[in-house]
């Protein structure tokens, strides 16, 4: 960066640097590092935790808390093995695998022209397959203590299954009418057979999902109604209108009881990559629920009395994917004036996981930096540091996002004064040390 | 109730009142309901998931974001094999079990006396045992694509092991040096052989652990500091001191490893019961990760260079427990005047899962009732009801804990006053329509 122009930005384009940053400054790494990890599986570090917190806390604040129509649940992910049943998940959800008969490695059949040479016959790309598997998705366990009755069961594969399961006792305890959702986050997880992509594609993730059930007559409104307000939603988290993008799925690619779906894309360095799915199920997963529960999961129109079974429009987002999406999006490296470079990254403050630093020009002014910095971390993620140059500790918040920092002179003593900093702009701006507060309130809301 | 006399509170005393409520409105109902549930599996309604995320965000606040001596994190449910090979689960984690020859049932051998009559033998409690065997209660699963290859893994059975596994990590990125601590909020999961007592001892459940590295010679100070926390945090959120207690371990209960250990117990109307346990495990952990890691998590003194294992003080809180305890203590039955009664869930403000309802006195005030409630809506979880009488639209936000209600009335319409109901006392205030977000606000912080 040091040859380049003072504003010259460079974007994220090797995911390599954001998987160094992420572990180097505790966003996300491999889970039982110590061990060597264990593909698939990442944990979420100090900085990482509250980036994917705040993004599900704004995902309930838009999609339940400030929605009368749209009811909340939190269920088990290990659910009644019939669930998957119903679901279909046990007889389809599946990969069609093929094995080496020479080195006894896996592949799936669709991908054999991604295997490469087989390592038993190094030089060659000859494989001798055996005939396509299906091979089950669907993490298993067995739940219970005698042998002879243990059931088998499985971990959740998709968070809305179980709201299904839920409906009807939802739909009477909330005291709702069609039109209606039921929504929740949490972990589910596949066996992918070839995770890749950072966490993009792994096997233990989490989902936020929106069940809405309508009226056969009104599944076209509802699916553009909540188009719009999921694209409105990552739009407004900071998702560019170049990196965002809708792709309807063709006929051939549609589930079999899905009427219509669309995909929300986004441009990672790696290609255009669904984080969300909208779509219209039908109603499928109720009707099926009933055939396999026994239970009539239908309702009756208050006022024509009609029983039907309601049609449902899904809203689907991974969150690591969106994290990873966000995290990606925000990069940037930027040559600055002096031919100093920086590494920022410009999530919306909403998501930022250190919300204010509080910087001591010197060691010397700990103690009223201390304080300031106590009063703030009441309501905000604050963050205090007096370690280095304050350009270097600049960078160090620059590069996890931080959208404000707050410097401690030697002034301050005699003039009450404190510096702000905005991230993105560099910008400075003198202060009242007893207005700090009020200043963020504008800037970041009233905080916890 | 009816014929008590106006005043008296009748607290909880079957359980089976508080999981009929449970299920009646929604907080609490079994997983799977229409395939028969699922023993040992709940599902959190629309308002136990609002409660219970209330207080994982109240444990959030306080073990994590005010203190700037623990770091979140957010790790993988699935980890290492290898990580419960060097906490002992996988040796040790067992129950002693008996298989009965006639019945086939299984039961563990220490609770045999518990076991009854077997039902092939009825009117007798003859049991022709097997001898005991283990019985490992991690559940297990199997991930990779290779069944050859295809590795054994285990949900984790406590969220602490990850911890241990992340600390090198973790105490790099967030340049930490000790004292500090690492806390984490997940589900774990156990086989329990007998799941009872509603959520109280369920086979999926969430933990909240703080793990707090510390010089040995500092061990008992940070105990008694995370004792006098915890105890402190259950206090402030209601639970009376009649309810709780504190229970030390007796050498001969203490894990091998653990050099002190306390129960923080609540008096459940089953009995005294564990909700929290504060642990001193010594330098256990860390010395058997190292061990089979063969990753040195050691420390060097800053000072004076000393190289060492720190000692570690727990924290551990069963969330669904401590939900379960909260609901209970909440629980009462009043009477009041005129030979009425009602159910109150005395539930802390800031747990509460409805921090207000709107309620127009007459369908004809909808429309300003509902433009109130989309208000309060955007910064508290607001609920709007306009079906049945008055008193009777109380008794349903005083069953579900809902501190505050805002009455608009025919009045309102000239004089722009509302009726504010607080639902402890029952008593009602008369204030400005434009002052119920400010009146709030000092009841109940600002909200989102």
Redesign the interface.
């Known amino acids: 960066m040091t040859s380049e122009l003072p504003g010259q930005i460079r974007p994220l384009e090797r995911m390599d640097d954001l998987v160094a940053l992420c ?4 966003f996300i ?1 491999p ?20 980036l ?2 705040n993004l599900k806390a704004a995902w ?2 838009e999609v339940v ?2 929605r ?1 129509d749209v ?10 093995p ?2 998957w049943e119903a679901s279909g998940h046990v007889e389809h959800f599946s990969d069609p ?1 093929v ?1 080496c008969r020479a080195c ?3 592949f799936r059949a669709d991908q054999l022209a991604d295997a490469g040479p087989c390592p038993s016959r190094e030089g060659t790309s000859e494989h001798d397959w055996t005939e396509p598997r299906r ?1 089950n998705l669907m ?10 009755a243990a059931a088998v ?1 499985y ?1 959740r594969a998709e968070t809305c299954q ?1 709201i299904f ?2 409906f ?3 739909r009477e ?3 709702q009418q069609i039109p209606f959702g039921i929504a ?1 986050i949490g ?1 589910a ?1 596949r ?1 992918e ?1 070839n995770p890749r992509n950072f966490t993009f594609r792994s ?2 993730f989490e989902q936020a999902e929106l069940e809405f059930f309508c009226r056969e007559t009104e599944r076209d409104r509802w699916f553009d109604h909540w188009l719009g307000e999921r694209l409105r939603f990552h739009r407004e988290l900071g998702l560019g209108p170049d990196h965002l993008r809708t792709r309807p799925h063709a006929p051939e690619e549609l589930a079999h009881y899905c009427k219509r779906a669309m995909d929300i894309e986004f441009r990672f360095p790696f290609g255009w990559q669904e984080i969300e799915g909208i779509h219209d199920r039908g109603d499928w997963d109720l009707s099926r ?1 009933s055939e ?2 026994g ?1 009539d ?1 239908g309702v009756t129109d208050p006022e024509t009395k009609e029983h039907y079974v309601p049609v449902v429009i899904e809203t689907s987002v991974g969150i690591d994917r969106s994290c990873l999406a966000l995290l990606c999006h925000a990069y940037r490296e930027e040559a600055l004036e002096g031919g100093e470079a920086r590494t920022v990254l410009r999530l919306h403050p909403r998501l930022a996981p250190i919300k204010v630093a509080v910087l001591p020009l010197s060691k010397k002014l700990a103690e009223p930096a201390r304080r300031l ?1 106590r009063e703030l ?2 309501r905000w ?1 604050a ?2 540091d007096d ?1 280095g140059n304050i350009g270097r500790r600049y960078r160090r918040q620059d590069e996890v996002g931080t959208p404000f920092c707050v410097t401690y002179d030697f002034d301050s003593e005699t003039d009450g004064r404190v510096t702000v900093r905005e991230r993105d702009s560099m910008q400075q701006e003198r202060i009242a040390l007893d207005g700090v507060a009020a200043w963020l309130t504008d800037r970041l ?4």
Chains 1, 2 share one sequence.
């Not at 809301?445 to 916890?448: F, I, L, N, R, S």
Request: aromatic share 12%; hydrophobic share 30%; proline share 3%.
């Open positions: 572990a180097r400054r505790g790494f889970s039982s590092e110590i061990y060597g990890g264990i593909n698939g599986f990442w944990d979420y570090g100090p900085l990482g935790v509250e994917k917190n309930w604040q808390r400030e009368d009811e909340g649940i939190d269920s088990s992910i290990i659910c009644h019939r669930t695998m094995d006894k490695k896996r091979f993490l298993q366990t067995r739940i219970g203590a005698s042998e002879d069961a971990l179980p399961n839920d009807r006792r939802v305890v909330a005291r929740q972990k997880f066996n057979i096997r233990e629920h396999f529960s239970k999961l910095e971390r009441r993620n963050f205090y370690a809301g009233p905080g916890a």
